[in-house]
């Protein structure tokens, strides 16, 4: 009977101890990442754009298709996108405030020079999903377009 209790105490040490190292902490807590950090962490791809219904839209539909196609934001602040089937579509720098509402970019010509600057509404930013808001007419808020994009492994066109 006593080798049976130091079998039993024997297994219930030896459960123990790998209850205690399994449950151990080896790794650092991981760091929030700055809304800047997390649009430029992964490429981007437009998925679906919503309506201000919530109903889908396609993505050739005309009040739409000019903010579709596959975007990379870079840590340096620039940033390049391109068309679904990887023709150019506009480069230069990019920043998001601190808040992380909104994302503001600036195309540029080949030469560097300012062809336009765009703000819009973040209403979605994780690691999963990058939702800006677009609306035909600034002066009505009550039209919008959500314009929703995921990650890709789309590798970024030369």
């Known amino acids: 009977m006593a080798d049976f209790k130091k079998i039993v105490l024997g297994l219930v040490v030896i459960f123990c101890a790998t209850l205690f190292i399994g449950c151990s902490d080896d790794h650092e807590p991981q760091k929030a990442l700055t809304p800047s950090e997390v649009l430029s962490s992964v490429a981007w791809e437009t998925t679906n754009a919503k309506n201000n219904k919530g109903e889908n839209v396609v993505l050739t539909d005309a009040n739409v298709v000019n903010f579709v196609?596959?975007?990379?934001?870079?840590?340096?602040?620039?940033?390049?996108?391109?068309?679904?089937?990887?023709?150019p579509k506009m480069h230069?720098?990019?920043?998001?405030?601190?808040?992380?509402?909104?994302?503001?970019?600036?195309?540029?010509?080949?030469?560097?020079?300012?062809?336009?600057?765009?703000?819009?509404?973040?209403?979605?930013?994780?690691?999963?999903?990058?939702?800006?808001?677009?609306?035909?007419?600034?002066?009505?808020?009550?039209?919008?377009?959500?314009?929703?994009?995921?990650?890709?492994?789309?590798?970024?066109?030369?």
């Open 69 to 87: 196609g596959f975007a990379y934001f870079k840590a340096d602040g620039t940033f390049t996108m391109f068309n679904l089937d990887d023709s």
């Open 92 to 158: 230069g720098d990019w920043t998001v405030s601190a808040d992380g509402k909104t994302r503001t970019i600036v195309a540029k010509d080949n030469a560097g020079a300012i062809l336009f600057t765009r703000v819009v509404d973040i209403t979605v930013l994780t690691k999963d999903e990058f939702t800006y808001r677009i609306y035909p007419n600034n002066n009505d808020k009550s039209i919008y377009f959500d314009i929703v994009h995921t990650p890709t492994t789309h590798v970024e066109p030369k």
